[in-house]
């Protein structure tokens, strides 16, 4: 996935960065579910889940995590539960924990039904309103503990006049069906008078799903942007794992959520001012998210399988599956022409910048930043002294192994084979990697290096790391120079959908002396809502600027005025090296395109088929 918070501003720090259908094998044991949009209005549904014959005791559990690492407790929105058998007669049920329901007499089947209220934001929400219905469906849906392996099928009543249904699983007769509860929650759903196109690539059926005004985008644009993306990837990786994909995108007019990856799909809600001026960060939203489909819903640690809905899964592997899905969606772009060598280092630049400028990566090491994510929600977990973020270090630490294999190898090796090698050892035939340990045995499988200390180095710990050692082999230097830049004294975070919240405020600082305080919520900045606030405006002030702040603390609400001060920092960038040997420009010119400087035999016979 990837969200807001590691673009949320800082304002003493203002670079915090500037994811088949089979036969059923007993039709009689499936999970019937029918969704009803009782009152879009009041953002409530009814669920209604049918239970075929069976058990006298059945045991139904609402998820209190998905998608995003965070528990959210789903079921503070279920309103009300009951139950009845088939005949109509009243069941009951007993509340066995805050998100575990028991049913009894359900020997003849039973028909669980509740009402839940969804109004969450984001590509990993639930949220029904009166213009369209956008659901993960485990925020809503609750499993039979004893058959969540089993097929289920779901449907949708009372759409209201010219909505549709879109989701990646298969139809038939008006009912969705997957062969199990996982996979059914992998799937997102779409409902509303949205705009789609569909379109080839490779053999392969895309489908494009749109919920945004006319205006904002051109569907042209995006399918041409895609081509490019799903074509590049699936040449990067020499594989297409699925018959079927579908793209899922929202565009509101204001802040948006991120991505959200699917096995056979994505769902990304990326801001309308964003498609029309930054398209470049729409297209690497869709690269990450499509790599996805590899890394971490196939290629995936073992820390998060099984799925346990019911508490925390914890993976050492986050950098990996999030930070180098990263790094394999800037080669991807790379090759399929959307970004340039000079952006390339330009982004690999400024991520070490907001690498060396957190204070923690020297104490929090990125498989603790992995283990730590459940914490993300926190704004305290957020300073820039207690946290890094997984995904600025992991897709570091992606370039830099890469390097690593290709200066251990000769450059015969990338970062490229090494994801080829786990989608052979672990995706294809269904196996889960064993954690950080996974990566390392593969990038030693292709390279034949011993990368123990490279791992107990950057991945385990928190050893600064020697940037030039690894730029040097393509001919690269990383230059440092230390700037003025304005410091206002406090930083601000927020969570996907929380209010920006001071999280640090400087001791001595005017903003303490004036009493702003760690909690307080920012309303406004420069007489600007921060809803609305991007990183870039804010960043635009200067030493000596009057910074005016709302907020709302535990007196109230107060402003405050105070001048900007001014601080050094370090700011990096990647600079061509003095002298560059034939080398350096080989290794150079194949790291840009991201593959080894001699073509594998798989590859050289993929050229030869053009
Ligand atoms: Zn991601």
């Not at 003493?12 to 500037?18: N, Y």
């Not at 200066?407 to 294809?428: C, H, I, P, V």
Request: net charge negative; aromatic share 10%; with cysteine.
């Amino acid at each position: 996935m990837r969200w807001s918070r590691w673009r949320s501003f800082q304002i003493f720090v203002f670079v915090l960065g500037v994811f088949p259908v089979g036969a059923l094998s007993s039709a009689w044991a499936a999970t019937d579910y029918k969704i009803i949009l009782t009152h879009p209005d009041q953002h409530l549904m009814q669920v209604e889940i049918t239970l075929p014959a069976g058990s006298a005791v059945r045991e139904l559990q609402l998820p209190v995590w998905n998608a995003l690492y965070q528990v959210r407790d789903f079921s503070q929105y279920v309103n009300w539960v009951r139950a009845q058998d088939p005949a109509g007669r009243a069941l009951p049920v007993t509340e066995i924990n805050d998100s575990r329901w028991q049913v009894t007499g359900a020997e003849h089947g039973a028909i669980v039904d509740y009402e839940i209220f969804a109004d969450s934001i984001g590509p990993f929400g639930a949220q029904l309103n009166s213009h369209h219905a956008f659901l993960n469906l485990a925020q809503v849906l609750m499993y039979p503990v004893d058959a969540r392996g089993d097929g289920m099928y779901v449907r949708f009543g009372s759409l209201p006049a010219g909505w549709r249904v879109a989701t990646p699983l298969s139809e038939a007769d008006g009912k969705f069906h997957a062969d199990n509860y996982d996979r059914l929650v992998d799937s997102p759903v779409e409902i509303g008078d949205f705009k789609e196109a569909d379109f080839d690539q490779g053999g392969a059926p895309y489908r494009v799903i749109v919920d945004a005004e006319p205006a904002d985008y051109d569907m042209n644009k995006i399918v041409e942007m895609l081509r490019k993306i799903v074509a590049s990837a699936t040449g990067w990786m020499e594989d297409r794992p699925f018959e079927y994909y579908m793209f899922l995108y929202h565009f509101p007019r204001g802040p948006a959520g991120g991505g959200m990856e699917h096995a056979y799909s994505t769902a990304i809600e990326v801001s309308a001012d964003v498609v029309e001026h930054s398209p470049e960060l729409l297209e690497s939203i869709t690269a990450h998210e499509f790599f996805h489909l590899w890394n971490v819903k196939r290629i995936r640690p073992q820390g998060l399988e099984p799925v346990d809905y019911t508490k925390e899964n914890y993976t050492r592997a986050l950098w990996f599956s999030e930070g180098c899905t990263s790094t394999a969606a800037d080669f991807i772009e790379l090759r399929a022409g959307l970004m340039s060598e000079a952006q390339f280092e330009r982004q690999i630049a400024s991520g070490i910048t907001e690498l060396e400028r957190r204070p923690a990566h020297l104490t929090q090491s990125a498989e603790e930043s992995s283990l730590d994510s459940w914490l993300e929600g926190n704004a305290y977990y957020r300073r820039a002294d207690r946290s890094i973020s997984y995904y600025n270090k992991g897709e570091l630490l992606g370039i830099i192994l890469d390097l690593q294999l290709r200066e251990a190898s000769g450059g015969k090796t990338s970062l490229r084979e090494l994801f080829q090698w786990m989608n052979d050892r672990y995706a294809k035939p269904g196996r889960f990697f064993p954690e950080s340990a996974g990566v390392r045995e593969a990038g030693e499988a292709v390279s034949h290096a011993d990368l123990r200390a490279f791992f107990q180095k950057y991945v385990e710990g928190t050893e600064e790391i020697p940037w030039n050692d690894f730029f040097r082999t393509v001919g690269l230097r990383l230059a440092e120079s230390k700037n003025i830049i304005a410091d206002a004294g406090f930083s601000a975070s927020r969570n996907f959908d929380g209010p920006m919240t001071v999280a640090q405020v400087k001791a001595e600082s005017d903003a303490e002396k004036l009493g702003l305080r760690t909690g307080d919520v920012i309303l406004e900045i420069n007489g600007r809502s921060v809803g609305e606030e991007s990183a870039d405006s804010v960043s635009g002030m200067n030493t000596g600027d009057t910074i005016t702040v709302k907020v709302r603390g535990r007196g109230g609400e107060k402003e405050l005025k105070w001048k900007v001060s001014g601080r050094e920092e370090v700011t990096y960038d990647l600079k061509d090296a003095a002298e560059i040997t034939p080398a350096q420009r080989a290794r150079r010119s194949a790291w840009l395109k991201g593959e080894a400087e001699t073509s594998s035999p798989m590859r050289a016979k993929e050229m030869q088929a053009k």
